[in-house]
């Protein structure tokens, strides 16, 4: 009779008990962690469906996109937005913002290394706001000196500094301090002195200053320059001049010239264009909820979602919303239809005939306050929200079952330990019995 070797019974016997408890916590876990996989993939795509709504329906996009044409380009540009009203302007730019820059009056043969008084202040004062740096605090490397370099840094790290940037710019061999306005317009005009510092040549490199560039005001005329409607701005921006649009000059035209016609209209291309993003985030929604909810077949395997209320719902209230009606109107109307699979389609002649003929209507019908896109985002808010939402106590409920599922996992390995220890002290004790009778058996061979 054979000896066993009573840790692999033991093993084995002990994995045996277990082994069913195993194989369903194990398949529970899989199920679990399969569910909340896919619950991530439909968040995700609902999320970013509802990006896509957002992006459309704000105080400055909307369904419609608007562009302008200009007769002549190079002297300004023109952005627009949903606000922006269709029809033709006329633009003569007189005069572009420039910043206020100057060279100081310092002594010939300075250096980035000159030292400066250590008393005293230097005062600035640009926009209606006034700030100081104070000499003796210029030293930063602790040398007991302070010097021009320092001193550009002293004035471009103060905290209270509004705009003025100082700089070291070399030049024919000679080495000049420079201070330039960061913004643009005449209210930009960088005031500066000296004070208390003792020393003349320094106070004075404040007082003699020479503008390198006058700053100025950007002018246009809303029409024929001299006769139109004249704007000043400090900044070569114009923003709301004409609802909707932003201006930006480049370039001053010579006096004389005929002013730039500026068109403002709906742009068909790049409405369908964000249209399309739109249907295309919604199909995608629409393709992931199909796929991680189908009850499965001969050729494809049952969705991780199968039979999942909550899933089903969002598509379900989303396709509501698309089905009802807004001022008036239905999307099959404008253009906009739901297929038999679920998903939007978009008959661009039927849209863009909708478009040319009342954007005003089709802008309502989509944007307008608890319209198309407010419903939309009304009906994806409560699974959306990041505490409460349903998709995150899905998530939570899915976790703590997982939670649960370890917690058994644990008491088996136990379970098995304890199996183990049993069967490894029977084995052991049947293998020395199985030994003794081996040397018995011995004895009467003899």
Do not use: C
């Not at 190079?74 to 420039?98: D, H, M, R, W």
């Not at 008393?119 to 100081?132: A, H, M, V, Y």
Request: no cysteine.
């Amino acid at each position: 009779m054979s000896s066993m070797d009573p840790i692999s019974m033991a093993t084995q016997f002990a994995t045996l008990d277990v082994k069913p408890f195993q194989t369903r916590y194990q398949l529970q876990a899989d199920k679990y962690q399969s569910q909340l996989k896919a619950l991530g993939e439909v968040e995700t795509a609902l999320r970013e469906f509802r990006t896509a709504v957002n992006k459309m329906n704000t105080a400055t996009s909307g369904i419609i996109t608007n562009a302008a044409t200009l007769s002549e380009e190079g002297f300004f540009t023109a952005s627009t937005n949903a606000n922006a009203l269709t029809g033709n302007y006329q633009i003569f730019v007189e005069q572009v913002a420039t910043a206020h820059q100057m060279s100081t009056g310092m002594p010939a043969g300075i250096t980035s290394t000159t030292e400066i008084p250590t008393t005293g202040t230097l005062d600035f004062t640009i926009d209606g706001e006034t700030f100081s740096v104070d000499l003796s605090t210029v030293d930063n490397d602790g040398d007991g000196k302070a010097t021009m370099a320092e001193l550009a840094t002293a004035i471009n790290t103060n905290s209270n500094n509004k705009g003025v940037n100082a700089t070291l710019v070399r030049a024919d061999g000679e080495t000049h301090f420079m201070l330039s306005s960061t913004e643009t317009g005449v209210a930009n005009t960088i005031q500066v002195s000296a004070s208390g510092t003792g020393q003349a040549w320094f106070d004075d490199a404040f007082t003699n200053t020479t503008d390198i560039s006058t700053p100025q005001d950007a002018v246009i005329w809303l029409g024929p320059q001299g006769s139109g409607l004249k704007l000043t701005n400090g900044s070569n921006t114009f923003s709301g001049v004409i609802d909707g649009v932003d201006i930006t000059v480049n370039k001053a035209q010579s006096a004389g010239d005929t002013p730039i016609s500026m068109g403002i209209a709906a742009d068909s291309e790049a409405t369908k264009e964000q249209l399309n993003t739109f249907i295309d985030a919604y199909n995608n929604l629409v393709s992931t909820i199909d796929r991680l909810t189908s009850t499965g077949s001969e050729d494809s395997k049952r969705g991780a979602l199968a039979g999942d209320p909550t899933t089903r719902s969002i598509e379900s209230q989303l396709n509501n919303v698309l089905r009802s009606q807004f001022e008036g109107k239905s999307l099959m109307e404008v253009g906009l239809s739901i297929n038999r699979e679920g998903k939007l389609e978009l008959d661009e002649k039927r849209f863009t005939a909708a478009q040319q003929n009342n954007g005003a209507a089709l802008e309502a019908m989509f944007n307008g306050d608890g319209n198309l896109f407010d419903s939309l985002d009304s009906a994806m808010e409560p699974y959306l929200k990041f505490s409460s939402g349903l998709f995150s106590s899905r998530k939570d409920a899915i976790k703590q079952n997982l939670s649960r599922i370890d917690t058994k996992q644990e008491a088996l390995q136990r379970k098995y330990d304890m199996a183990y220890d049993r069967y490894l002290a029977q084995f052991t004790q049947m293998n020395q019995i199985m030994t003794q009778m081996n040397q018995t058996s011995g004895l009467f061979a003899m």
